[in-house]
């Protein structure tokens, strides 16, 4: 069964500009997450996504970042006016419920860079 | 052997030993960790889990051990191998809430 997608694989966008970045999850998997991972160093936490609740939003960074799951199934994480700081690895991970006690399935990222 | 420097802390074996990765975690009051694996250009995977009720788990060639009066948490990968080169990442959860990562240990095998 495929498992998480997510693209584009790279981006490469002059400061200023929006990015849109995308996630397919497991098929049935009710539950998303974003993270961002900087060069060498662990996963922080940017949003997360269950069903039809309204998502946790507490990780995102600044009122540039924002992030929408359309259906129940895939998700956009935007990024306006891009700043050189918000060059990162950004992966999505799905999960089959809500985020208590099990695993994430992750993909394997957009590595963004702002020139 | 283990040294931590500007980057990541790496831990070279040799190809067939036991490799031992450690991580300390930040609340007491976590219930669940994970291990997780990342190869260069990968997301990360899932190696295995644990609760808290629990201080042992074994998988295949992998077992973690939990020692909750000190938040250390340890996985242990038995014989080995060239494909287990890879950053290894230990992430702890307090019941219902996000996920905390650590920042990770790079396994290097020699040959």
């Known amino acids: 069964g495929a498992g998480v997608s997510q693209s584009p694989s790279n981006k490469v966008t002059e400061k200023g500009k929006d990015v849109e970045l995308r996630c397919d999850p497991i098929?049935?998997?009710?539950?998303l997450y974003w993270y961002r991972q900087s060069l060498g160093q662990g996963l922080e936490f940017l949003i997360y996504?269950?069903?039809?609740?309204?998502?946790?939003k507490s990780g995102l960074p600044s009122d540039r970042f924002s992030a929408e799951r359309t259906g129940g199934s895939v998700s956009t994480l935007t990024i306006q006016r891009t700043q050189q700081e918000d060059s990162a690895v950004y992966l999505c991970?799905?999960?089959?419920?809500?985020?208590?006690?099990?695993?994430?399935?992750f993909g394997d990222g957009t590595r963004l860079s702002i020139l | 052997g283990e040294s931590v420097g500007l980057h990541l802390p790496t831990l070279s074996v040799q190809e067939g030993d036991n490799s031992i990765i450690n991580c300390a975690y930040s609340?007491?009051?976590?219930?669940?960790f994970i291990w997780y694996k990342q190869e260069s250009g990968k997301g990360p995977q899932f190696i295995i889990d644990?609760?808290?009720?629990?201080d042992k788990r074994q998988g295949q060639r992998v077992t973690v051990l939990l020692n909750k009066t000190v938040k250390h948490l340890s996985l242990q990968i038995a014989a080995t191998q060239p494909g287990d080169s890879a950053v290894y990442f230990c992430?702890?959860?307090?019941?219902?809430?996000?996920?905390?990562f650590g920042p990770g240990t790079r396994l290097s095998v020699l040959p």
């Open positions: 992430a702890e959860q307090n019941y219902g809430q996000n996920f905390v």
């Open positions: 996504f269950q069903g039809n609740s309204a998502p946790d």
């Open positions: 644990i609760r808290s009720n629990m």
């Open positions: 098929s049935g998997h009710t539950a």
């Open positions: 609340n007491s009051a976590s219930d669940y």
């Open positions: 991970a799905s999960s089959p419920r809500d985020r208590t006690n099990q695993p994430q399935h």
